[in-house]
Nanobody
Framework: QVQLVESGGGLVQAGGSLRLSCAAS????????MRWFRQAPGKERELVAH????????YYTDSVKGRFTISRDNAKNTVYLQMNSLKPEDTAVYYC????????????????WGKGTLVTVSS
């Protein structure tokens, strides 16, 4: 029912910046909590950032605090991840995920995943 499409990945030198976007289909985007995950080769998938449906609750994993910013625009059904001061350790496939949080909606408790976008940081 819900489709998530990530974009904005690419190749960047250490110290550079990228902004990832995740566009969602459907009419219940405003009720989704949104998360960015990443998975590097040979490593487990890890949570990078979280934003609640209202945007009032935001979480970052320690390794990206001060460098990454998650935001959302419910009018555009889009969540963003601004990544600054990128490091080679940030190289990974980045995934957007959504969770239904409104008990009145049929997608309550459901999780949705995008296909991912590759971020490669050189040096």
């Amino acid at each position: 029912q819900v489709q998530l499409v990530e974009s904005g990945g690419g190749l960047v030198q250490a110290g550079g910046s990228l902004r990832l976007s995740c566009a969602a289909s459907g009419r219940t985007f405003s009720s989704y909590s949104m998360r960015w995950f990443r998975q590097a080769p040979g490593k487990e998938r890890e949570l990078v950032a979280h934003i609640s449906w209202s945007g009032s609750t935001i979480y970052y994993t320690d390794s990206v605090k001060g460098r990454f910013t998650i935001s959302r625009d419910n009018a555009k059904n889009t969540v963003y991840l601004q990544m600054n001061s990128l490091k080679p350790e940030d190289t990974a496939v980045y995934y957007c995920a959504a969770s239904g949080t409104n008990p009145l909606n049929e997608d309550y408790g459901m999780d949705y995943w995008g296909k991912g976008t590759l971020v490669t940081v050189s040096s």
